[in-house]
């Protein structure tokens, strides 16, 4: 890692007009989170002094996407000038503090923090005054041009718009990233003018002023030009979503987990998994921790959750903010809403929903079944069709159902309620009140047969 630790100056300011979105452009997601937040998170995984972001218009939506970053020093530019004075506006919360400055584009998201630290050390190798990140790009279309003298050294960036014909035949182009001595970068702002097709102050020409100034500038030529990747369109954006989702499942088939039809399935950067898991197609796993030995089956989506080890997952479950415990078997499609949490040994089956309750080891309810703000205890076994009447219009209650329990099928429980241990509720029961431990409930009508009813009801028509 870098010895240095670098001020980080995230420029994030700008709305986007080619994303034709009110929405502003470093909110847009990618891989359901906002792009200004997996830069942030390369950021963070960085030594730094402090992590400072411009922003602009949509300076309160960006801070509440935010939130969650704690350490964030936000400055604000008033009206969108360029990146330079988008630096400029940092001028007096940065140049106080001194030392090096690493600016980036809140639309390059796609950069590892390996990549910026071997930037920072190639910058403190060279005894460089600044440094900026390139890559050779095929098709270099819409990218500033990396110009360099005879012997390689980097002489200017050229936007496009101000480019010669021979300048755009150059493929080197500038990523947007740079380091900087913070007192020659400020010095070099000041002399910086508007003489551009966009009337902008352009921080590309802080290159070539200290250039001229006769000081050491450093270019960093990327290996993996897709880092280098700028969103300024919703085609770029689906472009880094597949190529963060192609790293991201890359990362995880080398760790040990087997991913069928992996481009069909999608991974977020947060979730972690064990070894040996098991992923069938059209998966969809965000912010999720997944243990050693768990068997997903196709077309489960899972959101903030926990599946420990050895559970098995069928066709189509929706899980989000719950615990699975280790060697559970749930579905196929089953829905565990937030606030769920299951035992080790658990089987909740076909159509089966579980909303803000704890189940106990070894419970099972194998169908079509509703449990909402319940505690089960252990081995309960819940017949078809069951379901807990949790809301009477205002409230939430809560129902109790202790270890040993079965429920027979088409019962429901009208919280708020105990069900004690080893008690057995009789199919078809509607249960209003608490069930002793041991006890048998039976509450439905009784069962009267009217003989020939069906003959009176519909008379045989006369034969002709």
Not at 204 to 233: C, K, Q, R
Not at 276 to 289: F, K, M, Q, S, Y
Not at 320 to 329: D, I, K, L, R
Not at 411 to 438: E, N
């Amino acid at each position: 890692m870098a010895a240095i630790k670098p001020h980080i100056l995230i420029l994030a300011a700008g709305m986007g007009t080619r994303m034709k979105s009110k929405v502003s452009k470093v909110l847009h997601p990618v891989l359901y989170r906002p792009m200004l937040h997996h830069l942030l998170d390369a950021a963070s995984a960085l030594p730094h002094a402090s992590i400072n972001v411009v922003v602009g218009e949509n300076s309160s939506a960006v801070k509440e996407a935010c939130s969650g970053y704690k350490t964030i020093n936000y400055i604000h530019q008033p009206s969108p000038q360029g990146t330079g004075h988008a630096v400029l506006c940092a001028r007096e919360t940065l140049q106080e503090k001194g030392g090096t400055v690493l600016v980036l584009n809140g639309d390059v998201i796609l950069m590892r923090p390996e990549t910026l630290s071997a930037f920072i050390q190639s910058h403190e190798q060279k005894h460089a005054v600044g440094s900026l990140v390139s890559a050779k790009f095929k098709q270099p279309f819409g990218y500033g041009r990396i110009l360099r003298d005879g012997s390689g050294r980097p002489l200017a960036i050229r936007e496009e718009k101000d480019c010669s014909e021979t300048e755009k035949q150059v493929n080197e182009v500038n990523v947007g990233v740079y380091l900087f001595d913070t007192d020659s970068l400020f010095s070099a702002l000041e002399r910086v003018q508007t003489s551009n097709k966009q009337k902008e102050y352009y921080l590309t020409d802080v290159v070539e002023i200290l250039i001229s100034g006769s000081e050491s500038v450093n270019a960093f030529l990327m290996p993996d030009p897709t880092e280098a990747l700028g969103i300024n369109d919703r085609f770029a954006l689906a472009e880094a979503e597949e190529i963060l989702a192609e790293r991201v499942r890359g990362h995880w088939m080398r760790e040990g987990v087997s991913l069928h039809h992996p481009r069909s399935i999608t991974i977020d950067p947060r979730s972690r998994f064990g070894s040996d898991v098991e992923v069938e197609a059209n998966c969809r796993i965000l912010n999720t921790v997944v243990e050693s030995g768990v068997y997903i089956e196709a077309g489960c989506r899972i959101e903030n959750s926990t599946i420990r080890a050895g559970a098995h997952l069928k066709e189509g479950c929706y899980i989000e903010s719950a615990e699975v415990g280790p060697e559970s078997t749930l579905g196929p499609y089953l829905h565990l809403r937030p606030g769920t949490r299951l035992e080790a040994g658990v089987k909740l089956g076909n159509f089966v929903e579980v909303k803000n309750s704890h189940v106990g080891k070894g419970s099972k309810a194998s169908h079509l079944s509703y449990i909402g703000d319940a505690e089960v205890g252990a081995d309960v076994n819940i017949g078809c069709g069951f379901i807990t009447c949790n809301y009477d219009g205002q409230k939430k209650h809560k129902t109790v159902i202790e270890d040993g329990v079965f429920v027979g099928s088409d019962s429901q429980a009208v919280a708020p309620l105990t069900i004690g241990k080893g008690a057995y509720v009789a199919s078809g029961t509607t249960l209003t009140r608490d069930v002793p431990p041991g006890a048998l409930a039976i509450a439905r009508e009784k069962q009267v047969n009217k003989e020939g009813f069906v003959a009176r009801l519909r008379p045989q028509k006369k034969k002709d």
